[in-house]
Nanobody
């Protein structure tokens, strides 16, 4: 069956870095776009980064700080997050082939 499994979340201080991973199975990952979204408490889920056809796009709040990448040989997508801010605190989800992962909690706090 199709699965997307995120990992790499955690607690980090403001200004720190984290890298999230999303490992896909059950479909040909290399043929599909992948994106990362996040949902903070009390807020709607928002798209933060997407990768399709060699092009990467980012939401304004994360431009210059986050980088989306993928390793198709490993069926894995990544979200490198630098210069993290408290407002980046959220559950981060990857999305591909019409499926969502289970989410990874990222907490930015001193």
């Amino acid at each position: 069956q199709v699965q997307l499994v995120e990992s790499g979340g955690g607690l980090v201080q403001p200004g720190g870095s984290l890298t999230l991973s999303c490992t896909a199975s059950g479909f040909t990952f290399s043929k599909y776009a992948v994106s990362w979204s996040r949902q903070a408490p009390g807020k709607e889920r928002e798209l933060v980064a997407s990768s399709a056809g060699g092009r990467a796009d980012y939401a304004d709040p994360v431009k210059g700080r986050f980088t989306i990448s993928r390793d198709n040989a490993k069926n894995t997508a990544y979200l490198q997050m630098n210069s993290l801010k408290p407002e980046d605190t959220a559950v981060y989800y990857c999305f591909s082939y019409g499926y969502w992962g289970q989410g990874a909690q990222v907490t930015v706090s001193s």
